[in-house]
């Protein structure tokens, strides 16, 4: 059973005892208080520390002012993204072009919680999560400090992992009118009282805007380290060893699958095409010295050739599209391409070279092995016709509805199949992004990174099978592994405190934009009709019609996929 069947059951079994605990009094001795499955944990320590932080006011005050522009901007930029989706989702259905559901549509993948969403992971997103929580909240108490308002409470969210974080500002001073409240009977209260201190509109303004301020600088000092980091790493090389034949001379000298393959008898191999190569002039019998890295630690390993060296070559098959002519035709998984009509496939770049070539409804012949045996059989299909290609710019090629796996191939000598990434060129992919910051491809690709990567991909950092590529090098190198961790931290504090910083920037209430848009809404309505309850009113509708548009927008643009062809 996959560990994702179990939180449906592990949930509702933690709200079961959450329930529990709130009906028997437990969690108000704590000051934690229940809304169905989320707790909401309050603390009122930590004041004194807010206040020495709060005595640099001008430092706040300028901190925060810098906030409102880089607010405004942000609330522009989502609010035309949501606006370019509506755009695109509503010609989409006028010409019936509907993309089908895919997992960025699911409800769950909508949320940056991780472990809920599987684009990302675990460990670094509850890392990133935490510190973008502690640092919003955090600047919004430091700044009701700075402007005299009175901080209640702050505390957690948890459903049961952290989902929020809050600081617990004094309302009526913070949110409620200017003039000073006067009792129902119209009389003065009869113990004289200190009045309290009501923020004005550019203090709100100030309070507001730093949560989001906050979440910026973190994302930029987190991005900033992060690219700075990268410089010391480096690519080991770029073939690795993918399967190993049980039995073989690999199998019984250790060679083991994820080991990255650096070269064969003193000579470097680079490349799925200098190993094919060489290891077909591998005599039997001769003795063979495999140079490999496994995690980060450089191995030379000897054995013995054994008969049979002949090396497959090809295009492995990872996945066949449902529906597309790969499937109708019966070609599946893990077979391997080596002809196409009287083309000959030994690599990757073949195979795309051919489908290139290609149109609609064309009629092909493949020829596939069964498998990377030696005895494997070859199966032909003859008589595929080529389908539409999905591809949205239009293009003209036919589609045949695969994708392959990278180049790769298998030494029956030495016992070994071997498979091809990209990892240096990968890697330079990376350190270019700071780059293309002057331009929108960059700040394109940096808001998409962890999710699609550059095509598709998605680059969730380096860990797992990406992490044995690389190593790091010069003064960094005594960190060792840590690099990596620390990298992955930073991608994923930098990724999520924008993310947040810019969903918090939308124009809707109850997000600090939408307060921020409700005043600066009334600022400039109050110069045309001048202060008072009127400007009040149109303010508000303003804002929550643009907060009710946002919300449909969201399901609209998650659900039109659905709509179009079924749920």
Partial sequence: MNYTDLLLPLFLLYWLIVMILDRRGTLAKYNITAFGPIMMLRTTKGQEFLDRLAMHKRFWRTFANIGLPAMLIGMFIMFLLILSMDYFYIKSFMTQTVHEPTKFNEARNIFLIPGINEFIPLYWGAIALLVTLVVHEFSHAILCKVEGIKVKSMGLLLAPIPIGGFAEPDDEQLLGKKEENVPENGLPPEEPSQPK?????SERVRVLTAGVMANFTTALIAFVLFFLLLGSITSVGDVMV??????????????KPNMILTGINDIKITNATEFLSYANSITPGSTVKLDVIENGVRKEILLNATVGNIS??????????EGSAAQKAGIRESMII????GTEIKDVSDFVNFMNSTKEEQIIDVYLLS????????????????????????????????????????SHSIGIGIGQFP??????????????????????IIFGLPIAGFAGEGFPGFSGLLMNFYEPTGWVAVLGIGVFWILNSLLWIGWMNLYAGLFNCLPAVPLDGGHVFRDVMTSSLTRIFGDGERVEKISNAIVILFAVMILLSFVFVMIAPYAAHGF
């Fill in 197 to 201: 201190k009501l923020a004005t509109r």
């Fill in 242 to 255: 993918t399967n190993v034949i049980p039995d073989s001379p690999a199998q019984l000298n250790g060679v």
């Fill in 312 to 321: 497959r070559s090809g295009v492995t098959i990872s996945t066949v599209i």
């Fill in 338 to 341: 080596v002809r196409i009509d």
């Fill in 371 to 410: 498998n990377s045996s030696l005895n494997a059989s070859t199966e032909v299909f003859k008589g595929i016709k080529l389908g539409k290609n999905p591809d949205p710019l239009g293009v003209k090629k036919g589609f045949l509805g695969l994708s392959y796996s990278p180049e790769q191939g298998v």
């Fill in 423 to 444: 990892a240096k060129s990968y890697l330079n992919l990376l350190k270019s992004i700071p780059s293309l910051m002057t331009g929108i491809t960059g700040w394109v």
